[in-house]
């Protein structure tokens, strides 16, 4: 079976850097990606991440550790525009199937 | 590229009743899926398709049908329909290679009372 653990709510301060962390456990692993989601509106991709490590994209950064279960988002620079929920999310059942996690709410203020 | 579209973006349904919620997408995608959202929470996957004639189950599938008869078009059909079906229901798509990522149709919102 497989299990995507992911904290309910944040909140941060516009301009701060947050850390949304995620931890998974599947049986076989394939890759882990992020999607945002503000309200109301279908998720968008964000980041994919299958070797360990830290892949950078702009104020958005998304880290992997395989041997621990483990990957965050990384958001710098906050703007109030970053206020939505950030899905995590496993393959799984090879490369077919896709799980998400309960995902995060993140509120901005000012 | 229209995407993936999605409709209707409403609806409100009687205990019993039937419908179809109908999902395209014009990217020539292999994988299909269909996912329901209830409030706060995250995406379960209901079911899914790898190509033209070929479905399975996701999560939660009971209460749902699938069928995949061209590349293009991923119904999903409800069968008399019940409250604990009231949900954001979204269609998304994406291609067969790996890393590849899951674009979303704009979801239906569907009430039963």
């Known amino acids: 079976g497989q299990n995507i653990d992911q904290p309910t709510e944040m909140t941060a301060t516009e301009g701060a850097i947050v850390q949304i962390n995620c931890t998974y456990q599947?049986?076989?692993?394939?890759?882990l990606f992020w999607y945002q989601q503000h309200a109301g509106e279908a998720p968008t991709f964000l980041s994919y991440?299958?070797?360990?490590g830290l892949e950078e994209k702009g104020r958005f950064s998304s880290f992997l550790s395989r041997s621990k279960g483990y990957s965050y988002l990384l958001l710098k620079e906050l703007q109030m525009k970053d206020s939505a929920s950030y899905l995590c999310?496993?393959?799984?059942?090879?490369?077919?199937?896709?799980?998400f996690g309960t995902g995060t709410k993140l509120q901005v203020i000012p | 590229n229209a995407g993936v579209t999605q409709t209707p973006k409403f609806r409100i349904l009687k205990i019993g009743q039937s419908m179809t919620l109908q999902c395209t997408q014009d990217?020539?995608?292999?994988?299909m899926y269909w996912y329901r959202q209830d409030p706060g929470m995250g995406l379960k996957l209901i079911y899914y398709?790898?190509?033209?004639?070929?479905?399975d189950k996701g999560e939660v599938p009971n209460g749902y049908n699938v069928s995949r008869s061209t590349t293009e078009d991923f119904p999903l059909r409800l069968e008399l329909a019940a409250p604990s079906q009231t949900s954001v229901y979204f269609c998304?798509?994406?291609?067969?290679?790996?890393?590849?990522?899951?674009?979303f149709g704009p979801g239906t919102r569907l009430t039963v009372l």
């Open positions: 998304a798509s994406r291609r067969s290679e790996g890393g590849t990522e899951q674009f």
């Open positions: 599947t049986s076989g692993f394939n890759g």
């Open positions: 398709s790898v190509g033209a004639g070929i479905t």
């Open positions: 990217m020539n995608h292999n994988y």
């Open positions: 991440n299958v070797l360990d």
């Open positions: 999310a496993v393959y799984t059942g090879g490369y077919q199937k896709v799980t």
